[in-house]
């Protein structure tokens, strides 16, 4: 029992941890790029985007490999190498004297980075059925401590050494490993291992040709994306688009994206539940989508730093509240024995969302924070995106309406 107690507790702590560590590198990351182009935002954007896309490939190709090889060799080994990796890449960020070693680092991290989707099946192997969503709950609370706390540390580090949080960040990873090492069990039995099997079976593509097996589910699938687009886009130029526009410090875009943490645990931890009960998961995914595109245009319209604040509690607000209803709509019109299938076609619509959404976005504002811009408007991305949101809203009104 105790050395169970033991176990939860390493999976949760790796999990605040890795979104620690991201809180910390999102406000931080594109400010250290910016640095290295002389503070031009407009250079900045383009090489944060390049990153962000190698980052997004690196996973997206070896996500799947890194799953079979915990279904094959046990997930503690996979779960260390996943840490050992994040050390490497924050201790690589922290001493980079130049982008390459930026861009060699986020590729690291990238392809060891199998952290999340690991401790997922490590926690599923040592709950009962009774503990199981017992146990996902506190996942659930590790994410959202980590999220809020990494980029509030961020902030206040940040303005002492721009370099500091990733420090912290690879000192933290490390002590976890260690832990780990010495306290981590294995979860898998030998005996319930699965051969490795072929390389292709690895194939990141195969879970978004499973879509083809839902045929009914497709135009939810284009929501999905359509929203995770805008929404990847939106994160991906945040930090450089609040410097160009509102002249925001490090300290102040970490403590705007400390916010949405707050708002996102707010909403979907108290809001989601009440509101599908109140209106309905149909009427959810109308009103979330809805005022999705109007905070959107909203900031696009923003011409104060201070409004960012409202729009952003309004933004999360219906997008928070929208796609788990729509995915659980997905989810009642799937059998219990494809639930897995359509859990991985989610994974790949995400996946492929950040990598394109990141790139368009971040070589828009590259255009418009540039000397000559095509299109002279600041707030493209976020126009954009409100349109993006709005064909989401059309085409899954259409579905459901034609549903029986």
Avoid: H
């Avoid at 201790?91 to 997922?120: C, D, E, H, K, V």
């Avoid at 260690?178 to 294995?186: D, S």
């Avoid at 005996?191 to 194939?203: A, C, E, Q, Y």
């Avoid at 809001?271 to 595109?293: A, M, T, Y």
């Amino acid at each position: 029992m105790k050395r169970s107690k033991a176990s939860v507790a390493f999976i949760l702590i790796v999990i605040v941890i890795n979104m620690l560590g991201v809180g910390l590198a999102w406000p931080i990351l594109p400010k250290l790029v910016q640095s290295f182009v002389g503070g031009d935002i407009s250079g900045a954007a383009v090489q944060y985007g390049l990153i962000a896309v190698a980052y997004a490939l690196a996973q997206f190709v070896f996500s799947p490999l890194m799953g079979n090889l915990s279904d094959a060799f046990g997930r503690r080994p996979i779960l260390l190498i996943a840490q050992g990796g994040l050390a490497i890449d924050y201790l690589l960020l922290a001493i980079a004297p130049n982008y390459w070693w930026l861009f060699a680092a986020r590729l690291i991290s990238g392809m060891l980075g199998a952290t999340i989707t690991t401790a997922n099946a490590y926690l599923a192997d040592i709950s009962t059925p009774q503990e199981r969503a017992r146990n996902f709950g506190y996942m659930g609370v590790a994410f959202g401590i980590g999220f809020i706390a990494g980029p509030a540390l961020g902030g206040i580090l940040g303005d002492i050494d721009i370099r500091l949080p990733f420090f912290a960040a690879a000192a933290l990873t490390t002590a976890n490993l260690i832990y780990g090492y010495l306290i981590l069990p294995e979860s898998l039995p030998a005996d319930k291992r699965r051969p490795l099997g072929r390389l292709w079976t690895s194939n990141p593509l195969s879970a978004l040709a499973n879509m083809s097996l839902f045929p009914n589910l497709l135009m939810f699938f284009v929501a999905l994306f359509l929203t995770a687009l805008a929404a990847r886009g939106l994160e991906s130029i945040w930090v450089l688009y609040s410097d160009f526009r509102f002249g925001w410090t490090v300290r102040d875009s970490a403590l705007s994206l400390a916010f949405v943490g707050v708002m996102f645990i707010i909403v979907q931890g108290l809001l989601v539940g009440p509101s599908v009960r109140l209106l309905g998961e149909r009427r959810v995914v109308f009103c979330g989508f809805g005022i999705s595109v109007v905070a959107l245009f909203l900031f696009g319209l923003a011409d104060e730093g201070w409004m960012l604040y409202p729009i952003t509690a309004l933004y999360v607000s219906g997008s928070a509240l929208a796609e788990p209803a729509l995915k659980a709509i997905c989810s009642k019109s799937v059998p219990d024995d494809r639930q897995g299938l359509l859990q991985g076609v989610f994974g790949s619509i995400g996946s492929i969302a950040i990598i394109a959404g990141p790139l368009a976005a971040t070589m828009m504002l590259a255009n418009v924070s540039g000397p000559t811009p095509i299109i002279d408007l600041p707030g493209i991305w976020f126009f954009i995106a409100s349109i993006l949101f709005l064909m989401a809203l059309v085409v899954t009104s259409v579905k459901i309406k034609d549903r029986p």
